[in-house]
């Protein structure tokens, strides 16, 4: 008998042991099972932020070539402007003085071309004194005769009143 309890213990010793085994080998899978979703996690992280830094990057660059393009169009601008101020500079500077000069005033600001000033205020930083004006004495000053008000209406007497049944029920209860 003794025997036999020796191997029922040594057989519940040893599948007892199969099954501590087999509970260590499921917790190491699932751990390696762990560690897989977290790099898998961190992949897709990974992978995220680098698509969003290449749309950053790629708006910043269509960003930059949008302004170079509007430098180039102004300093175009600037270049043709300048041309033609160059050109207009050397017209004038082939015309004769009198051609220049015709549609300036030559002989100062009281030329014959501008007309000279009726009044010349001799302190400027005096007011000039202006006598008031007359009051008339045809304008009578009474008051003016006041309208008379209507008196208010009351409130429900305001609204014209319709044919309907509420209304005639409304008037019932008055």
Request: proline fraction near 7%; aromatic fraction near 10%; glycine fraction near 2%.
């Amino acid at each position: 008998m003794m025997l036999q309890w020796s191997t029922v213990v040594i057989s519940l010793i040893f599948f007892f042991l199969q099954s501590q085994e087999k509970h260590e080998q499921l917790v190491k899978q699932s751990k390696e099972e762990e560690e897989i979703q977290r790099q898998l996690e961190k992949q897709r992280q990974i992978e995220q932020k680098a698509q969003q830094k290449y749309k950053d990057w790629l708006q910043k660059k269509n960003q930059e070539k949008i302004e170079k393009e509007k430098k180039e169009k102004v300093m175009c601008f600037f270049s043709v402007c300048f041309s033609f101020y160059k050109d207009i500079l050397m017209l004038m500077t082939k015309q004769p003085d009198s051609e220049r000069d015709s549609f300036l005033f030559t002989g100062g600001p009281y030329d014959k071309s501008y007309p000279s000033p009726s009044f010349y205020n001799p302190i400027p930083w005096k007011p000039i004194h202006v006598p008031p004006p007359e009051t008339s004495l045809n304008k009578t000053s009474g008051k003016k005769p006041q309208k008379q008000r209507k008196s208010q209406q009351s409130p429900s007497t305001a609204f014209r009143l319709r044919n309907t049944v509420r209304t005639a029920q409304l008037l019932q209860r008055r």
